[in-house]
């Protein structure tokens, strides 16, 4: 293991996530014991992270000229100044399966890291989300029982977008595409989008919304909240909700979203979104003076029909059993959230859940292959 910038002997694994201190000071899930390594169903980690050197320089670059203040711009120096971080990022062979088969991983589903190609010179995004999928495309093809991955697409190009989702789809054959949730302080939500949100149900495309550092909110910061503490799952949250409360999926009704790190806690308050929904359902004016619009349904029942949630960074028993308890057992995916976050414990926490062997079996295969389409 590559030591860190300071010098740190720990290694980035244990600078990211010291799991067995954490755990038995607070009570949760017991130092870990061996990984089973004969186990009744596949690991599948679905929000396993990577990038390539054009992307990180063309990111390096446009913080250093000045021209956009962006915390998740911002967020990319601090990643691209981690030389042992970017080398686990950036293989996609023997370094990234080593550290698969450390932890018993069978299958991870690559997303390109956050920021993306969001966060690049307009203009620069698309040709650098085509070369992402190419090069993501062709680790699968090398690696076809290892590697599946989501698509990356640059929304600041609608038009590309759309032409890259379906080329990734349907040429490339990836399993799904990645948003890293706003795009310079714009969501999904907003009309001038949703030819990408027709794009990716017509092509059977999941997406998967992964976090960034929130726009223009410099509360955060000053707090040291920017990342997992608080600005990464209120982005998300953010876009989810407005996603839902814009009607997208009354429109378009086969439209999968997949939110990792339990859904960034939003299961928890799906009998309060169901009682407050009127504070925002059928209100005129909002996202800029657009007309009302009027749900079909419940909050919940989107949380039911359209969402997906994923384990990433959650390695908790209370919590996946809640989720699998209110959202059911068919959608909840586990994902390690490789190589931020990683530690044997963990893994072996997922082999002693206290499930049914149907369940976990779903939680750690099944459902990836159903919601990804995997072979």
């Known amino acids: 293991m590559p030591k860190l910038p300071d010098g740190s002997e ?85 370094l990234r399966l080593s550290h698969m088969d450390e932890y018993g991983i069978d299958r991870q589903l690559l997303l390109l890291t956050a920021p993306g190609v969001q966060v690049v010179r307009p203009g620069e995004g698309t040709p650098l989300a085509r070369e992402a999928n190419d090069i993501a495309a062709d680790a699968c093809r090398r690696h076809p029982d290892r590697f599946s991955a989501c698509a990356a697409f640059d929304p600041r190009d609608v038009a590309g977008s759309v032409r890259e989702i379906e080329r990734a789809m349907n040429y490339l054959g990836l399993a799904g595409a990645v948003l890293n949730s706003h795009f310079q302080g714009h969501y999904l939500d907003e009309p001038d989008y949703w030819p990408i949100l027709e794009a990716l149900e017509a092509n059977d495309a999941a997406l998967y919304i992964h976090p960034t550092a929130p726009f223009d909110a410099p509360q955060y910061a000053q707090r040291g909240f920017t990342g997992a503490l608080g600005g990464f ?61 009027k749900l079909k349904h419940p909050v919940s029942h989107y949380f039911q029909n359209n969402i997906w949630i994923t384990t990433s960074g959650v390695g908790w028993e209370p919590a996946i059993k809640f989720c699998m308890d209110v959202m059911g057992a068919d959608r909840v995916l586990y994902a390690m959230d490789y190589p931020y976050q990683q530690s044997s414990d963990e893994v072996a926490a997922y082999d002693r859940l206290g499930i049914s062997d149907a369940d976990k079996k779903l939680l750690m295969e099944d459902n990836a292959k159903r919601v990804f389409r995997l072979k």
Request: with cysteine; aromatic share 8%; proline share 8%.
């Open 10 to 94: 720990k290694g980035l694994r244990g600078h990211l996530s010291d799991e067995r201190g954490i755990r038995e000071r607070v009570g949760m899930a017991p130092p870990a014991g061996q990984i089973l390594r004969d186990t009744p169903y596949k690991r599948i980690a679905v929000e396993e992270a990577w990038t390539f050197p054009a992307l990180v320089k063309a990111q390096r670059e446009y913080l250093a000229s000045g021209e956009m203040d962006d915390p998740a711009l911002k967020m990319a120096g601090m990643f691209a100044a981690m030389p042992a971080l970017q080398e686990m990022l950036q293989d996609l062979d023997e």
């Open 233 to 293: 799952p209120h982005d998300v949250w953010l876009h989810a909700m407005g996603l839902i409360f814009s009607g997208a999926f009354d429109r378009f009704p086969k439209l999968r979203l997949i939110l990792g790190h339990l859904g960034e806690c939003m299961p928890l308050h799906l009998y309060r979104f169901d009682w407050m929904q009127s504070n925002a359902d059928n209100v005129p004016g909002l996202r800029g003076g657009q007309p009302p619009v």
